[in-house]
T-cell receptor
Framework: GQSLEQPSEVTAVEGAIVQINCTYQ??????LSWYQQHDGGAPTFLSY????GLEETGRFSSFLSRSDSYGYLLLQELQMKDSASYFC?????????FGAGTTVTVRA | GAVVSQHPSWVICKSGTSVKIECRSL??????MFWYRQFPKQSLMLMAT?????????EQGVEKDKFLINHASLTLSTLTVTSAHPEDSSFYIC??????????FGPGTRLTVT
């Protein structure tokens, strides 16, 4: 089975940097994805790491260390619109298993 | 980007009735679609994998006779909640697989069973 852990909540001010860690224990592993979900909305794809290292997409970056079963999502230059839930998800072949989600609250 | 739609976006039904939810990939073909269930403030739980032209694969603990899945074409999968009960009230989200690690999610359907 799959087990993912990530913090439940993070609060930060506009312009700050937030790092959301994700550790996982899985029976199979192809890669780690990150999704953003606003209240009542659909999850939207943010980033994917199939190999170790850092992937950068605009203000968002994601990192993976397969040997440590660990990854993180880095949100830079936080904006109010970044207030949402963020999920890490392990890809096992074609299926995704999601973590419980981290609620990010951005304050003015 | 790839677009996935769901219909209806919300539905209220009476206990004992059945509800059908449609998931469509609008600008790409998807041989594989997924159905998830999400309770408030919780994670997405995979219910089943829907493969075009074949039977769906259900996750452990999901009743296949209660949650009927049909993937009749490369752009449409349907989930029917049969004999719905209040405990089936939830947010149901589908996703369609575009490429190896790319899944695109629909906007979700909020089901309330009274």
């Amino acid at each position: 089975g799959q087990s993912l852990e990530q913090p439940s909540e993070v609060t930060a001010v506009e312009g700050a940097i937030v790092q959301i860690n994700c550790t996982y224990q899985t029976s199979g592993f192809y890669g780690l994805s990150w999704y953003q979900q606003h209240d009542g909305g659909a999850p939207t794809f943010l980033s994917y790491n199939g190999l170790d290292g850092l992937e950068e997409t605009g203000r968002f970056s994601s990192f993976l260390s397969r040997s440590d079963s660990y990854g993180y999502l880095l949100l830079q230059e936080l904006q109010m619109k970044d207030s949402a839930s963020y999920f890490c998800a392990v890809r096992d072949d074609y299926k995704l298993s999601f973590g419980a989600g981290t609620t990010v609250t951005v304050r003015a | 980007g790839a677009v996935v739609s769901q219909h209806p976006s919300w539905v209220i039904c009476k206990s004992g009735t059945s509800v059908k939810i449609e998931c469509r990939s609008l600008d790409f073909q998807a041989t594989t679609m997924f159905w998830y269930r999400q309770f408030p403030k919780q994670s997405l739980m995979l219910m089943a994998t829907s493969n075009e032209g074949s039977k769906a694969t259900y996750e452990q603990g999901v009743e296949k006779d209660k949650f009927l899945i049909n993937h009749a074409s490369l752009t449409l999968s349907t989930l029917t909640v049969t004999s719905a009960h209040p405990e089936d009230s939830s947010f149901y989200i589908c996703s369609a697989r575009l490429a190896e690690y790319e899944q695109y999610f629909g906007p979700g359907t909020r089901l309330t069973v009274t």
